[in-house]
């Protein structure tokens, strides 16, 4: 690609005026609204939105804002709960253990979805993704006699729930 030009399939209108919107926001949120850093951040902002579309093109799905905004009560309830779980299991006179390793079947193709579903998941009590093969997402569980394949499919829903499938046609 040369210098100075947009990467293929550039999408025209709102999608690229969201991102650079998106970008231009953070850069006043972090720098300030000073007019003098104004200009740079047009450019920064301009450079973040180009970058971004090479790195990361649009696939057509639509995040659903609301569905995001549902979640945020049950990824604050899970996050205390698995920091709790962690602690309880490092202070807890006997630990409880029994560690190995799940192969999770993801609904998702790899990309895009399928990273956010293992970083969301990472948040379970004793469960961390450490690998990604072609078939499966390979988890590392802390104790592998609780219900972790069950949790996974039902936080694998929740996520799939937050995006909009473009039309068909």
């Known amino acids: 690609m040369m ?21 231009y ?11 003098a850093d104004l200009g740079a951040g047009l450019v920064a902002g301009a450079v973040a939105t180009w970058t971004s579309l090479a790195l990361l093109p649009p696939d057509g799905q639509r995040i659903r804002w609301l569905a995001v905004v549902a979640m945020v009560p049950a990824f604050l309830h899970k996050s205390v709960v698995a920091g709790l779980d962690v602690a309880l299991r490092a202070l807890a006179p006997r630990v409880r253990l029994a560690p190995g ?33 072609r078939e499966a997402i390979v988890y590392h569980c802390l104790d592998t006699s609780q219900p972790v394949a069950g949790d996974l499919a039902e936080e694998e829903q929740r996520i799939a729930g ?3 499938e473009p039309p068909v046609g």
Not at 107 to 131: D, E, H
């Open 3 to 23: 210098a100075g030009t947009a990467p293929q399939g550039v999408p025209r209108g709102p999608a690229l005026l969201r991102r650079f919107a998106a970008f």
């Open 25 to 35: 926001a953070l850069w006043v949120v972090l720098i300030g609204a000073a007019f």
């Open 101 to 133: 390793f799940l192969a999770y079947r993801a609904g998702f193709p790899r990309g895009a979805m399928r990273n956010a579903f293992a970083m969301y998941t990472s948040l379970m009590p004793g469960t961390v993704p450490c690998a990604d093969e």
């Open 162 to 164: 937050v995006v909009q």
